[in-house]
């Protein structure tokens, strides 16, 4: 009897020391040779300052795999007590079906938060009032053409004030010097970057500048999105933008990593990590003196105003599921470091969204970066909602059908309206 009741208090003590460890364990899900390697000395940190232990899981890149993957494993519930979101789209849909755990309480009380950008704190309030994620890292993004290309064919590189001077840009550099003049992302193949990368860069100066209205509902019959598609139809119908390549596999390889710095693509939307990593020092293409000769428009509004697109870049959230959420939250907050963000602005290109990164030594010998960072206050943005990631694969779906000129503008809106509401339901769209 004696050996029966220490045999069970033995098996009491293993279960106890058992959920210990894992209380003591958190896992981190990374995706990506370059975000895991930003994150090491932070895992350290987080190790040494707890006490736990942190498992980094790696998922499946590119983001279109890690997504689905994260989002298979958030629905399983099996998923990481912490994990990286890839697009900005996906994080309303995930609070909306309860993936993601609040931290409003604990983001505003972090020593960081008065130290970041206005436009990253609110980027990171969900449409229910609450904050879910640490916005610690924004993606930049405007234009970026060959200075030196248009400089030698006696085109202007001022500033285009409007969309028809952009148009009007690109055919002139066409026809002077026989290459594309610029390039929106574009088609299935291109995934979420269709939305995050072209779409909305000209969506905010259109009639249309926001997808959500005040009941939460997604507007996406207005006149601004129709005028969007109608700027991609000139562009594919005049030839002013490689297309044959965005139908393909990969198709940010041909007109981003070739055509661009062989001048045969002379403009195109990108963020800050391409001084660095498509065209810069990190490249297997470098373009020489690449600050000199590739310079930077803001994102000219349909009549007027100009633009500079702000993104959280892959924002980290907390499991809901997660077996220590409290401990999870402080890990969170460790990951919205300086030490962190310059860490991954190093080795992804994106910019710190904490203002006070500036005064880094590290930081400042991204010396690419630097006035990029300087910008982000004057960032602007879409204001998020439930639906976003179906309305980002249904610009992909609609650009598709323009790239094939299969339809015109008015059609590719309707292929996106269409989309969405037999994705969402009809209720969803206003």
Same mark, same amino acid.
């Given at each position: 009897?004696?050996?029966?009741?220490?045999?069970?208090? !033995?098996?009491?003590?293993?279960?106890?020391?058992?959920?210990?460890?894992?209380?003591?364990?958190?896992?981190?899900?990374?995706?990506? &040779?370059?975000?895991? +390697?930003?994150?090491?000395?932070?895992?350290?940190?987080?190790?040494?300052?707890?006490?736990?232990?942190?498992?980094?899981?790696?998922?499946?890149?590119?983001?279109?795999?890690?997504?689905?993957?994260?989002?298979?494993?958030?629905?399983?519930?099996?998923?990481?007590?912490?994990?990286?979101?890839?697009?900005?789209?996906?994080?309303?849909?995930?609070?909306?079906?309860?993936?993601?755990?609040?931290?409003?309480?604990?983001?505003?009380?972090?020593?960081?938060?008065?130290?970041?950008? +206005?436009?990253?704190?609110?980027?990171?309030?969900?449409?229910?009032?609450?904050?879910?994620?640490?916005?610690?890292?924004?993606?930049?993004?405007?234009?970026?053409?060959?200075?030196?290309?248009?400089?030698?064919?006696?085109?202007?590189?001022?500033?285009?004030?409007?969309?028809?001077?952009?148009?009007?840009?690109?055919?002139?550099?066409?026809?002077?010097?026989?290459?594309?003049?610029?390039?929106?992302?574009?088609?299935?193949?291109?995934?979420?970057?269709?939305?995050?990368?072209?779409?909305?860069?000209?969506? /905010?100066?259109?009639?249309?500048?926001?997808?959500?209205?005040?009941?939460?509902?997604? +507007?996406?019959?207005?006149?601004?999105?129709?005028?969007?598609?109608?700027?991609?139809?000139?562009?594919?119908?005049?030839?002013?933008?490689?297309?044959?390549?965005?139908?393909?596999?990969?198709?940010?390889?041909?007109?981003?990593?070739?055509?661009?710095?062989?001048?045969?693509?002379?403009?195109?939307? !990108?963020?800050?990590? !391409?001084?660095?990593?498509?065209?810069?020092?990190?490249?297997?293409?470098?373009?020489?003196?690449?600050?000199?000769?590739?310079?930077?428009?803001?994102?000219?509004?349909?009549?007027?105003?100009?633009?500079?697109?702000?993104?959280?870049?892959?924002?980290?959230?907390?499991?809901?599921?997660?077996?220590?959420?409290?401990?999870?939250?402080?890990?969170?907050?460790?990951?919205?470091?300086?030490?962190? &963000?310059?860490?991954?602005?190093?080795?992804?290109?994106?910019?710190?969204?904490?203002?006070?990164?500036?005064?880094?030594?590290?930081?400042?010998?991204?010396?690419?970066?630097?006035?990029?960072?300087?910008?982000?206050?004057?960032?602007?943005?879409?204001?998020?909602?439930?639906?976003?990631?179906?309305?980002?694969?249904?610009?992909?779906?609609?650009?598709?059908?323009?790239?094939?000129?299969?339809?015109?503008?008015?059609?590719? &809106?309707?292929?996106?309206? +269409?989309? /969405?509401?037999?994705?969402?339901?009809?209720?969803?769209?206003?």
């Amino acid at each position: 009897m004696k050996k029966m009741v220490l045999g069970g208090l !033995c098996a009491v003590l293993l279960s106890a020391v058992s959920t210990l460890a894992q209380a003591e364990t958190i896992r981190i899900a990374n995706h990506g &040779q370059a975000g895991i +390697d930003a994150m090491k000395s932070t895992v350290e940190r987080i190790e040494k300052k707890y006490g736990v232990t942190v498992e980094v899981i790696e998922y499946p890149a590119p983001d279109k795999d890690y997504l689905t993957k994260l989002l298979t494993e958030l629905g399983a519930g099996n998923a990481p007590d912490l994990f990286s979101i890839p697009t900005t789209a996906a994080v309303a849909d995930m609070v909306e079906a309860g993936y993601l755990a609040p931290v409003t309480k604990e983001f505003k009380a972090w020593d960081g938060y008065a130290n970041l950008y +206005d436009v990253a704190k609110e980027l990171a309030v969900s449409p229910d009032g609450e904050t879910y994620v640490m916005p610690f890292m924004l993606g930049i993004q405007e234009i970026y053409y060959r200075k030196d290309v248009l400089e030698k064919a006696g085109i202007s590189t001022e500033q285009p004030k409007t969309w028809r001077e952009l148009l009007d840009r690109a055919a002139e550099i066409k026809q002077k010097t026989g290459a594309y003049g610029l390039l929106f992302p574009a088609g299935v193949s291109w995934g979420s970057g269709a939305f995050d990368e072209g779409f909305q860069h000209l969506l /905010v100066g259109s009639k249309t500048p926001q997808l959500v209205d005040a009941d939460g509902k997604l +507007d996406l019959n207005g006149e601004g999105i129709k005028d969007v598609f109608n700027v991609y139809k000139e562009l594919i119908d005049k030839d002013l933008m490689p297309t044959q390549p965005l139908l393909g596999p990969e198709p940010w390889v041909v007109p981003k990593y070739q055509m661009f710095p062989a001048g045969k693509l002379v403009a195109t939307t !990108c963020g800050s990590w !391409c001084y660095i990593f498509d065209w810069g020092r990190e490249s297997k293409n470098p373009i020489p003196d690449v600050t000199k000769v590739v310079g930077t428009w803001t994102v000219p509004g349909q009549s007027s105003g100009q633009y500079v697109l702000a993104n959280l870049a892959a924002p980290w959230a907390v499991n809901s599921k997660s077996a220590n959420t409290e401990l999870a939250i402080k890990a969170l907050m460790e990951i919205g470091s300086i030490e962190t &963000q310059v860490s991954y602005a190093a080795r992804i290109g994106n910019i710190p969204a904490s203002k006070d990164a500036a005064d880094n030594a590290e930081f400042q010998k991204l010396t690419e970066l630097v006035p990029i960072h300087a910008a982000a206050g004057n960032g602007v943005f879409l204001k998020q909602a439930s639906g976003f990631g179906t309305v980002s694969e249904g610009v992909a779906r609609a650009t598709e059908a323009l790239l094939r000129k299969e339809t015109d503008a008015a059609g590719a &809106q309707k292929i996106l309206v +269409d989309y /969405v509401k037999e994705t969402l339901g009809d209720d969803m769209v206003k």
